[in-house]
């Protein structure tokens, strides 16, 4: 049997977890605006060295406000903010930070070469123009304005505008929104050897395969309050639990045609939830080996047998509906 | 509480300077060669003062003097002024609400670069520009209008060009800070065109009827038109001192609007 390796579908948790040094933090942050929303309520999170973290929610949660406080773009109206023991707002603390946001228009009149020329001056050891290139993906449109690219170059353009400073923690917003899958393949790559040489990145997407492909951690936020946080199989088995029964560790779906009813199942070890309709039973199960055992034991006409790890979508509708 | 170990990063304050000062060079080299390669902003801001130059100064009143003010030259100063003022409310003005509406300045906000750095950027483009606009005029009048203008009084022009647009910069931090991007270039040319109109630019001050005489001494374009007239010895309302008191002043009231705008901005974050 060939073992060729894809290294595109291992995911994060398969390499070791980075240890908790942390590098950045909110803590105990109240973020309201002039008009009286409260963005964010008594939320606290840490970013340590090497990780890659996803903050995950839907619009409107406060992630771009949590993001916009690590950033220093904005100040919180109770708690404090710490990026390398200094305020995030402090020109000191931005030397070791890059940034990738979602910019409407970027000055078209400037060439690609030149702008990052232009970001690389403002840090004091930026990376080497090679580098960034390379690591950005720009071979051949360095010469070109920038309101001349195409939608995806213009992204990879902001990434390297993000690299510039070789930075110690990236904010990256939607980094690979509007990519072609192998220019997104790339940047995760690149996103994952930034976490392996030691620097943290912060991602918000809503790609959740994203999220469940790069992070070492996820932070889901929902209505200015964190509501789970975690490795991503955490989250998943958090997002599938059922009130009355909880579900940890590594969750399962197995779906199948048994004779077995719902209530039968239910007794089942380590079932969480099961259900049945016209294409076949679900069943949830945080110890999926001994719950196949023994649907397979008391079921011999049992067939069609799929075992799958649970979508980090499902858990994050979950976890974002129900608890409101 | 667990205990956090950072390496904060120092650098000294002399390089601190050095550094942020190529900053401010490389941030007005690409401003500036931004804008000349954005057409539709360095054709009209150039091309506007020059052909209402052309046709109103060198062409309408070909050669006309007027006692000893010679007509073309008199222009030259109104237009020069028209000119950089233009730059400044359209390279500064609506390019920094480009930039803000675009989240192009949130971008640079959140990296090291010092804010200072990239309104000084701003500032010295538009005075190249209108140090650009001045001599061309100059040449035009010289060689079509057969202007007498010395060196010292052309090196007066260019200083007051320059200095010219700190007030207008002030004006259009302001307006970028106020008025939603949408509405930045025609709110730009409603405050435009009637300030220069009613400063003097185009016809002079004493020609246009008494109660905008008055209303100009509170025109910046009124005290720099005069002020650059004064150099040709073609003021003529008030002294040198005035004129700079008014142009100081006006600069105040738009860098406390730009503050208080500013501020809001701020707490709104």
């Known amino acids: 049997m060939s073992a060729v390796l894809d290294y595109s579908r291992i995911s994060a948790q398969t390499v070791a977890q980075p240890m908790a040094d942390p590098v950045a933090f909110l803590a105990g942050i109240n973020k309201r605006y002039c008009n009286g929303v409260l963005a964010l309520d008594n939320v606290s999170l840490t970013l340590n060295r090497g990780e890659i973290v996803a903050l995950l929610g839907p619009n409107g949660a406060g992630k771009s406000t949590a993001v916009r406080l690590l950033m220093g773009l904005s100040s919180p109206t109770l708690g404090t903010v710490g990026i390398f023991g200094a305020d995030p707002r402090e020109t000191s603390a931005r030397m070791r930070t890059g940034a990738m946001l979602q910019v409407g228009r970027a000055p078209e009149m400037l060439k690609v070469r030149e702008q990052i020329e232009l970001f690389r001056g403002y840090y004091r050891r930026p990376m080497a123009y090679a580098d960034i290139v390379r690591a950005a993906a720009l071979h051949g449109i360095e010469q070109r304005m920038f309101g001349q690219l195409s939608g995806g170059q213009k992204q990879r353009v902001l990434f390297a505008l993000a690299l510039a400073g070789d930075p110690d923690l990236?904010?990256?917003?939607?980094?690979?929104?509007?990519?072609?899958?192998?220019?997104?393949?790339?940047?995760?790559?690149?996103?994952?050897?930034?976490?392996?040489?030691?620097?943290?990145?912060?991602?918000?997407?809503?790609?959740?395969?994203?999220?469940?492909?790069?992070?070492?951690r996820i932070i889901v936020i929902n209505k200015g309050r964190i509501a789970c946080e975690g490795t991503p199989d955490e989250v998943k088995a958090f997002g599938s639990a059922v009130p009355g029964r909880s579900a940890q560790g590594s969750v399962k779906i197995i779906r199948c045609a048994t004779e077995l009813t719902t209530a039968t199942l239910l007794k089942l070890q380590g079932v969480v939830s099961a259900t049945a309709d016209v294409s076949g039973t679900t069943v949830t199960s945080n110890q999926p080996e001994s719950t196949l055992r023994e649907m397979l034991a008391l079921d011999q006409t049992l067939r069609g047998i799929e075992v799958q790890s649970p979508a980090l979508e499902d858990a994050f509708l979950a976890i974002t509906t129900d608890r409101s | 509480m667990s205990t956090m170990t950072f390496s904060p990063v120092t650098g000294s304050p002399i390089n601190s300077l050095t550094f942020n000062v190529r900053i401010f060079l490389r941030e007005s080299r690409y401003e500036f060669l931004r804008l000349t390669r954005t057409k539709s902003f360095a054709l009209s801001v150039i091309g506007f003062p020059v052909i209402f130059y052309l046709f109103f100064g060198l062409i309408l009143n070909r050669g006309q003097h007027i006692g000893s003010v010679s007509v073309a030259k008199y222009m030259l100063a109104g237009y020069a002024v028209f000119g950089m003022v233009g730059a400044s409310l359209f390279g500064i003005g609506v390019g920094l609400s480009s930039e803000l509406a675009a989240g192009w300045l949130e971008l640079k906000r959140a990296s090291p670069m010092p804010p200072i750095a990239y309104l000084l950027a701003k500032c010295a483009s538009a005075m190249v520009f209108g140090v650009i606009i001045v001599s061309i005029l100059t040449v035009m009048g010289i060689s079509v209008g057969h202007v007498e203008l010395s060196f010292g009084e052309y090196v007066r022009m260019f200083g007051l060009t320059v200095v010219g647009v700190i007030p207008f910069a002030c004006m259009g931090m302001a307006l970028a800070l106020l008025v939603p991007f949408s509405s930045a270039p025609g709110i730009a040319n409603m405050i435009y065109l009637p300030m220069s109109f009613c400063g003097g630019l185009w016809l002079p001050i004493m020609m246009l009827p008494k109660f905008i005489q008055q209303f100009a001494v509170l025109l910046p374009t009124y005290h720099l038109s005069q002020l650059m007239l004064s150099?040709?010895?073609?003021?003529s309302a008030g002294t040198a001192m005035s004129h700079w008191i008014g142009l100081l002043g006006f600069t105040l009231v738009m860098l406390g609007i730009g503050g208080i705008a500013f501020r809001r901005y701020e707490q709104n974050q």
């Not at chain 1, 690149?190 to 620097?199: C, D, N, T, V």
């Not at chain 2, 150099?231 to 003021?235: L, T």
């Open chain 2, 231 to 235: 150099a040709f010895g073609y003021d």
């Open chain 1, 170 to 216: 990236v904010f990256l917003d939607e980094p690979t929104v509007g990519l072609d899958i192998e220019s997104r393949r790339t940047m995760w790559a690149e996103i994952r050897s930034l976490a392996a040489r030691g620097k943290t990145v912060l991602l918000t997407t809503h790609y959740l395969e994203e999220a469940d492909a790069l992070a070492h």
